[in-house]
């Protein structure tokens, strides 16, 4: 038996949209690679892993604007970021991506014990449908006025100036980000997280972490308190993890 001490340092995953600047590696990849070298110099065992997060719209919307499938415009970026941070000498153990066979099988691993454990639900949620391309617009094909600031970018989940999550259906003036035109409401069925069933082990759990500093508690138990609310994890999409 080793005792080492060990440790696992992660990185926020980049998206794969674009190619990744200053405030990239300033804002995720640095600080988490001071910390890995950090407890390498103190002797730990350290495991500093990160990826390209390939999933989602805007891998989608990205690839549409590059006219070209989505798996070879991940794979050309993916190639991209990698080469990046070995230039910024970010000292990953493994610098992954979101398509790896390992990352499908391992989600819907976990999807399946949240599921089984009851805290996934089927509901029908009230969708933007475009009527021109033929599609429910999952969160980042829908865009408009965010109605708490004003923001006339906001997407389908989060407005990105104020922060604030929102429904599709909130969006003032809302138009479909590929052809622009006006979508209409039509009924979708999803999986849904039941927050709500995990606010009071969460609260709980946060209440206790005395090491976190005091506004960030503050600001997770806030939002706890206001009141969490089932959330839907599926979206009607051809790139991703399929569920089981």
């Not at 493994?94 to 949240?114: C, G, L």
């Not at 999803?190 to 508690?217: G, K, M, Y």
Request: proline fraction near 5%.
């Amino acid at each position: 038996m080793t005792t080492t001490p060990r440790a696992l340092v992660t990185a926020a995953l980049p998206y794969i949209n674009n190619v990744p600047h200053v405030g990239h590696i300033v804002g995720s990849h640095l600080p988490a690679d001071i910390l890995a070298r950090y407890l390498r110099a103190r002797g730990h065992d350290v495991l500093f892993v990160g990826g390209s997060d390939e999933s989602g719209t805007t891998s989608e919307i990205a690839a549409r604007k590059a006219g070209l499938p989505v798996a070879e415009f991940c794979s050309r970026l993916h190639e991209v970021h990698r080469r990046i941070y070995a230039w910024f000498r970010i000292s990953y153990d493994i610098y992954s991506r979101t398509s790896e066979p390992i990352h499908h099988e391992t989600t819907r691993a976990f999807f399946a014990a949240v599921y089984e454990n009851g805290y996934v639900v089927p509901d029908t949620v009230e969708q933007l449908y475009c009527e021109n391309d033929r599609l429910f617009l999952a969160d980042r094909y829908v865009e408009g006025t965010c109605p708490h600031c004003g923001y006339e970018h906001a997407h389908g989940d989060q407005c990105e100036r104020c922060g604030k999550l929102l429904e599709q259906k909130e969006l003032i003036d809302p138009r479909c980000t590929i052809c622009g035109g006006r979508p209409v409401l039509r009924t979708s069925r999803h999986l849904f997280l039941r927050l709500d069933a995990l606010a009071p082990r969460l609260e709980q759990w946060i209440e206790n972490a005395t090491h976190w500093r005091p506004q960030v508690r503050a600001e997770a138990l806030g939002k706890i308190r206001a009141g969490l609310h089932k959330r839907a994890i599926t979206r009607d999409l051809d790139w991703g993890v399929r569920v089981p």
